[in-house]
């Protein structure tokens, strides 16, 4: 069932998880004891607020923010509990995508995709894939652009592709259009469950922007560190 062009997304099975931020006066619960099951290969939009928590959620998702308290089971492991080689090993089975889109502006298109895959062995052929993947996210032709040669939704989709360059069971995608204008961060939402589908993805968007979520299977709302509400698809 596996292999490295059609990798099957994670399940997630939360509990109780928790973040605190800061002391005393200052204390801030930003996840407040989070429960939620999430089925291998399905978009799903965090929405909610500013300052509800769901940045926090994804980072302790990609394990580069550290729980309180409660586990995350990603295809049954616990991710809060892996030590140092296990879990470098997971955050590379994550893909992120950001509000910034963080691309290095010295490097080619096609560079930057393969930047994560770059220093290691693949067993593919990272050059083909990086290709492809710039071709389903239409900037075929595109690759020895610079960054700064593109649109920002252009930049957004060079980030969406480095962010599947190595088949990631989960992507994580934070704000993904709040720097881009209306049309252009809807056809880059589209793009990410549409890609997020044809490669088995499970995909967590988080969005203040409650429009941007209605492509998503599923959308949670959060409010002070908690989901508030939970509309799944019938
Ligand atoms: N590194 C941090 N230090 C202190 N407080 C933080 C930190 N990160 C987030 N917070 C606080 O936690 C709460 C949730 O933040 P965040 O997860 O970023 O929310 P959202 O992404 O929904 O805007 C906010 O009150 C925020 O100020
Ligand atoms: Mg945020």
Redesign the pocket.
């Known amino acids: 069932m596996h292999s490295a062009t059609a990798a099957s997304g994670a399940a997630l099975d939360i509990t109780g998880l928790t973040r605190v931020?800061?002391r005393g006066e200052a204390r801030?619960t930003?996840?407040d004891g989070i429960s939620l099951n999430v089925p291998a290969g399905q978009s799903v939009a965090v929405t909610?607020?500013?300052?509800?928590?769901?940045?926090?959620?994804l980072?302790l998702l990609g394990a580069i923010e550290q729980a309180d308290a409660g586990t995350i089971l990603v295809d049954g492991q616990d991710i809060t509990r892996l030590r140092a080689r296990k879990l470098t090993e997971y955050r590379r089975s994550v893909g992120f995508v950001f509000q910034r889109f963080h691309l290095l502006p010295a490097l080619t298109v096609l560079d930057n995709v393969l930047a994560p895959v770059l220093p290691r062995r693949t067993s593919y052929d990272k050059q083909e894939r990086a290709l492809d993947l710039l071709g389903s996210v239409g900037l075929a032709g595109r690759e020895h652009s610079l960054p700064a040669q593109l649109s920002g939704g252009q930049q957004q989709r060079v980030a969406l592709a480095r962010a599947l360059i190595d088949t990631p069971r989960l992507l994580l995608a934070?704000?993904p259009t709040g720097a881009l204008d209306t049309t252009t961060g809807a056809e880059v939402m589209d793009l990410i469950v549409r890609l997020g589908r044809e490669h088995g993805t499970t995909v967590l968007i988080?969005t203040?922007e409650e429009a941007v979520a209605e492509g998503c299977d599923r959308r949670l709302r959060?409010r002070d560190?908690r989901v508030v509400s939970d509309s799944r698809p019938e």
């Not at 909610?48 to 959620?57: A, F, I």
């Open positions: 931020f800061g801030i930003a996840a909610g607020r500013s300052g509800s928590g769901k940045s926090t959620l980072h934070d704000e988080a203040h959060m560190g």
